[in-house]
């Protein structure tokens, strides 16, 4: 054994003999909490619902709700507490405002065991008490999650009291060990960077630095007047990078450059920890000034890990509890090692962690009075006090808020206090041995194959790893948050930007087709740009497209399936080559953000993927039943010339969907993009052709709907139409397709999708951090053009007022502009014809009721509309009823659940809807009563994943078919049986095959 481990192990024991001294359980406040963490402890269930309804209980302000809300979450608990929370439920009934009133005293009294005060006069009791003890502070405010620029300014501005009023209380304080003060003023407060900003965005850190530095300066400033310490905290890791810059742009200023008061946090979870901490070194010794580190693991695992998983990201945090140790005292030693400009904060209630820390330091001669351990406040009681005794020097980290905004804190604290891998649970509550709790981490990694430290991870950071047995997974989504990514996104633009202004020319029969009539297709944002002409077929063309199409069937249709799936998967393989250039592409020809613009890539990349993998699962024939002596086998066939009439809004993804679905089921095929998106579609084109379509078997033909696509619909020889589009041109098409013209072969098969009137309810109990945020993005996301965009939104009466207030402020702060800049919400609508429509849409919306919201500042050149709130909307009116496709939000009242409901029913479309609650039972009913194709709880009702979340409506919103659902191709395909008696003289084989190979003979 190593000296430093015998001394580590040395310390340890130190710290146990210390704290055994006092013994003091996990949970340091006895009663109810403490047997509550237990319970949650043994029982996962239980711990779930436990902090759930945690998590609601600040909202509620009724006894009678709150009993409710324990009702709901633990009535059909199953451990042995089942009869005891049973019989208290019952009796709280009875009296339900005092049984409310109870629970929230002790859930208050959960909270304040990890909130130090509610208010800054409140935190000076605890702060003197702990002075008494040897103890310092840092003190957080609570409320980090701001939804407007207004909340924001509030949160600064509570900064600044705050520092005002703990220099005023501490006058007079001096240092505990009195050695080296000048290091560690007695003042120190800790900040959330994204409580002072609404809008940070990953992909566009360079604005979220010029809208946090001018809010800091007057904090740091003040803070540096009053000798106070100030520190970044770091949050999710999509902020990570920006506060990182944040802090090196702010400290390198000339006013704040030789202040060594000034820290930052390194969370040693993070596989880019080692490099950042680097990174801020070389700094530090360029500026020249010291400046400090606190080092921690990280309170956001779940959270990364959750959040890459459903995006198809690296996972940012290691996955083994022992690598975040390890990687803990990896960088302790980069930090001591660099004592000469970062004083070093150590932030962990692991005892192993610590004492590495300590016998490091001793190791390299570092005095102990030179850096600083720091504690949770609530946590880890005995561990402070015995680091005090050891001469140490410890701050405790203070939290002060109310409960409401101090409730993601709590229940981040349960969490942590109550997780398998925690080191506090194993050493105060399954009472671990000391030997094991000090062992050193690096023996304790599995460094096996399957071991988690094995995950591969791209450059770029996508994740490599696929799950066992999945065959089919979606493509990641570009993750902004990486530089790389920002450069090759600004890369493709400024290329894509040289190419504006080509022609392109129709694709009949693997042919090339130039005709002097263009579409000119321009970019909304600035509309004298054109983006490219497109040659526009007539008449002549599509007929010409049929010709080609009906010839290239006979044999596509008899091609095996697996080589048309094979084919979709190039395309998806050459889609990911350009996918930069692609989304470059969108944000220029309709006005897409940067992440909904690489969205819409993903998703064609994913209906490429997808549907290979569904036409795998029913290429075959399948025997339909085992019978001796007979076999039947059901298969399918494709329908013949499919022709696909695709939207502008989402001009990759929808065209490229229901082309290959009908490619991949042997249907040969013309397509058709919008006019305002034509280039996209002509890039479609080419990446099949460079995946090696084969002639006539996908054409090209942009022009115009009334013309060429009417006569297209009608023609006898398109034995199907997938349209997607407004409900006026579907319910054309669906009408005409059902009438039989001389010559048809085949009933004409008609794929609809339509637009919708979309619902989000917000139900008394929501969260309104989460529900506001994502109503915004679902009404105004792609400036309110998507068909799945939210345009009405319910709420409940009682939740009303500061649900309003809240959405009109976040509409306020949204960032509208030129969607080529990174990190822009709203951009222009797609063309002149949509603007003016809008326009007159809000004029009539000015007219049925009160214009509550209006931005004035939108950019005048390009097609911008204002984002625009209307309230007090009646159900029948004009604007709560039509679909309007713009940044256009009615907002009604309803005065319960049922009223919501039924407005939320009343439209004559059912495409999406989203409903958040904190409600178990009122979840239960939206799933069961919201009349709408995809329905969606407690989330945004935008962003359908292929595969994950099938998507499409009923009503007046579609033929109730599902895109990149299981379903979906079988609306390609005309069905067969072919029965064969296998019997001779009475004699049959024993068994048949559940497949046999395709009937691809010539027919
Ligand atoms: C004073 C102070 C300030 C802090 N400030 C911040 C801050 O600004 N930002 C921030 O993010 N955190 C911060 N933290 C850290 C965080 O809140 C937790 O307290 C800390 O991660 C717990 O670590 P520990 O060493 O005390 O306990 P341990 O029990 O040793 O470690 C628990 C930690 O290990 C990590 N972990 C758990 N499971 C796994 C796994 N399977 N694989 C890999 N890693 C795993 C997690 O980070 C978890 O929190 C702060 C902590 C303190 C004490």
Redesign the pocket.
Known sequence: MGALQTEIERRGERIFDLVDQHPEPLFSKAGFYQRMMALSMRDEHFKVQLFRFVDVLASLDRGSDIVQHLDEYFADMRNGYAPLIRTFTRGARIVPWFSGQLLRWNVSGMARQFIAGKNSADVMKMLRKRRAQGIGF?VDLLGEAVVSEQEAAEYAGRCLELLEHLGRETRGWTDPLGKNTELFPVVNL?VKISALYSQMNPADPADAIAHLAPKLRPILRRARELGAFVNF???SYAHKNATLELFRTLFTETEFRDWPHVGI?I?A?LRDAENDLLDLLDWGRARGTRFAV?L??????DFEKIKSRQNGWACP?????P???LN?ELLTRIMLENESIVTSAF????VR?IAHAQALADQLGIDRSRFEF???YGMAGPVKRALVEMGYRVRE?SPVGELLPGMAYLV?RLL?NT?N????RAKFSENVSESELLRNPAELVDQSPNGARHVEVSSDGASLDTPAGDTYENAPLVNFVYQQNQDRMQEALAHVRTQLGQKYPLVINGEKVWIDKTIASINPSSPEDVVGHVAEAGIPEAERAVKAARDAFEKWSRTSFETRCRLLERAADIMHRRRFELSALEVFEVGKAWAEADGDIREAMDFCRFYAHEMRLIGRPRLTQHVLGEESYQHYWPRGVALIIAPWNFPMAILCGMTTAALVTGNTVIMKPAEQSAVIGAMLMEIFEEAGVPPGVLNYLPGKGSVMGAHLVDHKDVDLIAFTGSREVGLRIWESAGKTREGQRELKRVICEMGGKNAVIIDADADLDEAIVDTIYSAFGYQGQKCSACSRLIILEEIYPRAIERLLNAAASLRVGNPEEPGIMVGPVIDGTAYKRILEYIDIGKNESRLAFQRADVPQKGFFIPPTIFTNVSPKTRIACEEIFGPVLSVMKARDLDEAFEIANSTEFALTAGFFSRSPANIERAKAEIVAGNVYVNRSCTGAVVGRHPFGGFKMSGGGTKAGGADYLLQFVVPRVVTENITRHGFAPETTPLYRDEFLGPR
Do not use: P
Not at 296 to 301: D, L, M, N, R, S
Not at 347 to 350: L, T
Not at 421 to 424: A, H, M, N, P, V
């Open positions: 840092t800790s905290d770091m949050e946090v969370q979870y606190r921690v693991k990280g309170a956001y695992w945090v290691f996955l083994q509890k690598e975040s140790d803990f932030g962990s209630h692991n962690s720091q504690l949770l980290y981040r942590e997780s891998e925690g080191f506090l």
